[in-house]
């Protein structure tokens, strides 16, 4: 972590204490007012599992996607992506922290796609996943409206080399071809990366390109 990381932490911790009731001396419990915090989101930086994690966005596909992620976060060594995704066609990009326990993965499907078709596309990958990996419990499901894109998504949880992982995958269309975007870690640490990740999937932008345009 920089120093202006320390420094934010070290910032929003005195907040914190100021905006708790009764941290000032002095006062009678009639001239005590809770200040109400400032909301935090991934547009400010947030605590999360006690660390003070700032995000930005970036570009994917051949800069089709925009979408915030946290800045720490590196793409996955083709060594390491090739033990924790041993399928043929891993995706284009993949994104790791420090820990290579929480993950982004960005993937051009390849298949013809318009706005309205983001839950069939969902569903009918969510049948494959099931069939080839009967560990997958999906758990919710739903469509929202990001910038005029419909995004379709799914939490499941299945077992995997690291231990039981949780996922929010979501599909939407780009450039004419379904888009697979997906963020797991661990169910112990879901609590604190579940809000965060929704969020990233509501920060997403897509760029209109042609289709020999798209890429990593």
């Not at 005590?32 to 605590?47: A, C, D, H, N, V």
Request: charged share 30%.
């Amino acid at each position: 972590m920089g120093s202006s990381g320390f420094l934010d932490e070290k910032i929003i911790k005195m907040i914190d204490e100021a905006e708790t009731p009764g941290a000032a001396q002095g006062t009678t419990q009639d001239e005590k007012t809770e200040i109400p915090r400032e909301e935090r989101t991934i547009y400010t930086g947030l605590r999360i599992a006690g660390q003070w994690v700032e995000f930005e966005e970036r570009r994917f596909l051949g800069d089709a996607v925009a979408m915030m992620v946290p800045s720490e976060f590196v793409k996955m060594n083709q060594e390491a992506a090739k033990i924790k995704y041993p399928m043929d066609r891993r995706p284009e990009t993949i994104l790791t922290d420090h820990t290579g326990t929480i993950n982004i993965l960005l993937s051009n499907l390849g298949e013809p796609m318009e706005n309205e078709d983001a839950a069939t596309i969902r569903d009918g990958m969510l049948r494959i996943m099931r069939r080839v990996n009967p560990g997958i419990k999906p758990q919710t499901t739903g469509v929202e409206v990001i910038a005029g894109k419909n995004i379709a998504y799914v939490e499941f949880s299945n077992p995997a080399i690291d231990g039981k992982v949780y996922n929010l995958m979501f599909f939407l269309e780009v450039a004419g071809k379904a888009t697979m975007i997906s963020f797991n870690c661990l169910t112990k640490t879901v609590k604190h990366w579940k809000n965060p990740a929704y969020e990233m999937m509501r920060s997403i932008k897509v760029k209109a390109l042609k289709d020999d345009e798209m890429g990593e």
